[in-house]
């Protein structure tokens, strides 16, 4: 992994700044081997799925697809715990933001949203995302927990989202609450326009 770590160093250097036709090549070159890379924490993975009659070269392929894949979800919960470089975390999470998942994946999501460094906003957002899709009202305690945590940040927003479907007063107090948090009052307004337009 400390490769594949020096490799995404190296490929964000170049990609942050102008560059020469030679580090232009060079960024090139370098996506394709951080893919292979990565590919190589989740090959196993792969190998599940190909025994299930799901074919991918790429976690991203199961993101990007139009298909359903509901006999993917319990070989991408197994992994989910086991993957460390980021971006795959994020494909694996985004395979799991699916109707599919619902009721199947919301502890796992939280679990890895717990887990997550809360430096890490932009991954805990993708999960909170994931969450709102899955979540069943089993999940509304943790939601409310975790929304009104304001060292969960922006990542919040999505978790916000997700209360936005659920008709209950406790959840009606909780987003009344955040109009005053300027990090999500915005959500937390569009939550509850969903909440009367949805009674």
């Given at each position: 992994m400390e490769d594949l770590e020096k490799l995404e160093k190296r490929w964000k250097e170049l990609m942050s700044r102008p560059r020469s036709k030679q580090e232009a090549?060079?960024?090139?070159?370098?996506?394709?081997?951080?893919?292979?890379?990565?590919?190589k924490e989740?090959?196993?993975?792969?190998?599940?799925?190909?025994?299930?009659?799901?074919v991918i070269k790429s976690i991203w392929d199961l993101v990007n697809t139009k298909e359903t894949y509901p006999q993917?979800?319990?070989?991408?919960?197994?992994?989910?715990?086991r993957i460390h470089n980021e971006k795959n975390k994020e494909g694996i999470v985004r395979a799991l933001t699916v109707k599919e998942a619902k009721g199947l994946a919301s502890a796992a999501l939280i679990k890895e949203y717990e887990l997550t460094p809360k430096e890490k906003d932009g991954l805990?957002?993708?999960?909170?995302?994931?969450?709102?899709t899955v979540m069943t009202l089993q999940d509304v305690d943790w939601m409310i927990s975790a929304v009104r945590d304001k060292s969960n940040a922006g990542s919040r927003r999505q978790l916000i989202r997700g209360?936005?479907?659920?008709?209950?007063?406790?959840?009606?107090?909780?987003?009344?609450?955040?109009l005053d948090d300027d990090e999500v009052k915005s959500t937390a307004m569009e939550a509850l326009k969903k909440l009367k337009r949805n009674t």
């Open positions: 090549d060079e960024a090139l070159t370098l996506a394709e081997r951080l893919e292979s890379e990565r590919v989740y090959f196993d993975l792969i190998l599940e799925l190909k025994n299930k009659n799901i993917a979800i319990d070989v991408l919960l197994k992994y989910l715990p805990r957002w993708v999960i909170g995302n994931a969450i709102a209360l936005g479907t659920v008709k209950s007063l406790e959840v009606q107090e909780v987003l009344n609450k955040l």
